[in-house]
């Protein structure tokens, strides 16, 4: 079985994290968060992926090399100028190795899902479709486009973003396509796969399945969303190989952590991370070689690469990017984002703990 895992995207709403790692090489729980995604793959019986990369494509193989780590054979093709999601799938077409009627399994980059993948194919392959999507139903599905499906299961509409969508479903970034689907998508141009290609085969009247399954399924696409991925794996609230044993915190076993802070929450800090006495990192991302001062509260946060927080800071739903440095008192919160490099001085109003 093989899969197409597209990771070409910039990842903008994950900026500045995203300037210098790929949204899919951003740690979750010690490891790239893609690990998760591939070691999925792999439980499901696929054995070959091929990985559809445009920005900063060399971060991927230099990491993941052949695959075998992972015991899967890993190719790799790069879009030059990003093709889109059905272009990054058609782009990758001369690597597949199935025959025209075997289903493909397709992945966005950036889905943390615990859906049965290989229920979802024996859906496809039940429904004689040529693509079948998962779907899940969401309590909010404003803020996507939503997919109704008929009784048989057959989708009947992609409906665009709507205040009043017609069903809660919506698409998960899962897809089972027929090899032969994926040669019919125009080659060489932009092409999306949820704007132009799903909605002419609706219009050909060809057999789209939506597969259903309410799994835990989370877009990491934001700040919160990706600080909330690393922390259910880490508490084991999904599983993933990759993560050695669920616990209520990681930390790197080259970390420091004085026995007077605390690290709780589902938190994962890397490798030559200093955490001082008398602080707390609640839920968060604390990434390779970054300092936390004394009496600093880190709550549902991310700390790049190097970055220094003086003592007594306080973050809350705050990112702040590689190498950049928080003088003593700084208070974060409410999605602020220091960008990479830069310096702030000491806060000469400091908040007390319990203000
Ligand atoms: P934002 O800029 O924050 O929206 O993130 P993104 O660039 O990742 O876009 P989006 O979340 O819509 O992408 C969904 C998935 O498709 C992600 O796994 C992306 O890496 C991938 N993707 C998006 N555009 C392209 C592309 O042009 N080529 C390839 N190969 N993958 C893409």
Redesign the pocket.
């Known amino acids: 079985m093989e899969a197409i ?11 500045p994290l ?1 300037i210098s790692t ?3 090489m951003l740690p979750a729980a010690g490891v790239p968060f893609l690990t998760h995604q591939l070691a999925r793959a792999r439980t499901a019986g696929i054995e070959h992926v091929v ?5 900063r494509a060399e971060v991927f193989s230099e990491h993941f090399g052949d695959g075998s780590s992972l015991g899967l054979r890993i190719d790799y ?3 030059t ?5 059905g ?3 058609r ?2 077409v001369d690597r597949l190795e199935s025959g025209p009627s075997d289903p493909i399994v397709v ?5 943390l899902s615990g859906h049965d993948i290989p229920a979802q194919i024996a859906a496809h392959r039940a429904a004689g479709a040529v693509a079948t999507l998962h779907l899940v139903r969401v309590d909010d599905p404003s803020a996507f486009g939503s997919v109704p499906t008929d009784d048989r299961g057959r989708v009947t509409a992609f409906v665009e973003k709507s205040p009043e969508p017609v069903t809660n479903q919506v698409n998960a ?1 899962c897809y089972v396509f027929d090899r032969a689907l994926i040669d019919t998508i125009p080659a060489g141009r ?1 092409v999306s796969v949820e704007h132009e290609t799903f909605p002419a085969l609706l219009a050909a009247g060809a057999v789209v399945v939506g597969y259903v399954e309410d799994a835990y399924w989370l ?1 990491v ?2 700040p919160a969303a990706y600080v909330r991925a690393s922390a259910d794996l880490v508490r084991g609230v999904v599983a993933s190989s990759a993560v050695e044993r669920p616990g209520d915190a990681w930390v790197s076993p080259s970390a420091r952590v004085v026995g007077a802070a605390r690290v709780s929450g589902g938190s994962a800090v890397g490798p030559d991370v200093a955490v001082e006495a008398g602080s707390t990192v609640d839920g968060s991302i604390v990434m390779d070689g970054a300092t936390v001062g004394s009496e600093v509260s880190v709550l549902r946060s991310v700390i790049g690469r190097g970055a220094e927080l003086g003592d007594g800071c306080r973050l809350v739903d705050a990112v702040v990017g590689d190498g950049a440095r928080l003088g003593a008192g700084n208070e974060l919160t409410s999605g602020a984002r220091v960008w990479p490099g830069v310096r702030l001085p000491d806060c000469a109003v400091r908040f007390s703990s319990d203000a």
Not at 51 to 55: E, F, G, V
Not at 81 to 85: A, S
Request: no cysteine; hydrophobic share 30%.
């Open positions: 895992v597209l990771v070409g995207g910039q990842g903008t709403r994950l900026r995203t790929p949204k899919p990985l559809a990369t445009s920005y093709v790069t879009e100028d990003p093709l889109g999601t272009g990054g799938i782009n990758v992945l966005n980059g950036d889905i970034g932009v877009d696409g934001t």
